[in-house]
């Protein structure tokens, strides 16, 4: 037997100037989720090599970087619906990252070791390097390490300085997306409403038609 909407659902199937659902679930496309997504993965490698496994460190430091990911994938998908559950989750994901920035400064400030500077050419060599996976993050640092010389140990600093840094610029990265795109969907909640208002919308339309 062949399914056919029943005429009062008729509305929803329509074509409409604005959809009822409009896009969503592209998280991945999200320039947010794919730097939250590295400093996820460059965070599981940091964490494997420089903290203990029995740390209770170990496991908030790699928690806060999944769940940096997970809210905004989360959050992403239930946009369809609930715009307001967007910008909630947007939010626990610009925090869980705020709360792991502060771990690599507290590894770093415990250990004795430097945290570059906001203007240190090393930082500002990483964001440009526009590394894809935690591999490519791993030969920018050996050249690092290397310092200008290219000499193993002779000018560069020590990876565990490297790492932590790096992390600390990528977790930087991904608060700073976050925080823009928080501010767009303050935005865009403010001026457009949500699923409430679209479906209120959307009836409005259908109930003025001839």
């Known amino acids: 037997m062949k399914y056919e909407p029943s005429e009062e659902l008729n509305w929803l199937v329509e074509e409409s100037s604005e959809p009822l659902l409009p896009s969503h679930g592209g998280y991945r496309k999200l320039k947010s989720f794919q730097v939250a997504q590295l400093t996820f993965d460059l965070t599981v490698r940091f964490c494997q090599k420089f903290v203990s496994k029995f740390s209770r460190t170990h496991d908030q430091m790699v928690q ?4 940096g990911v997970q809210n905004i994938a989360e959050g992403s998908q239930a946009s369809g619906t609930s715009k307001k559950t967007e910008l909630k989750l947007t939010n626990v994901a610009r925090a869980s990252l705020e709360e792991l920035r502060l771990d690599y400064e507290d590894f770093l400030r415990q250990r004795k070791l430097p945290l570059w500077a906001d203007d240190d050419p090393r930082r500002q060599s990483l964001v440009h390097r526009r590394c894809r996976n935690v591999d490519e993050i791993a030969h920018w640092a050996v050249e690092v390490h290397r310092g200008k010389d ?3 140990g002779q000018n560069g600093p020590g990876y565990e300085e490297i790492a932590a ?5 990528l977790t930087g990265v991904a608060c700073s997306l976050l925080d823009r795109q928080i501010a767009r969907l303050a935005k865009d909640f403010e001026t457009q409403g949500g699923f409430t ?14």
């Open 197 to 210: 208002e679209r479906l209120y919308r959307t009836r409005t339309t259908r109930r003025r038609r001839p």
């Open 150 to 152: 290219g000499q193993d």
């Open 64 to 67: 806060a970087a999944r769940s």
């Open 165 to 169: 840094n790096a992390a600390h610029v």
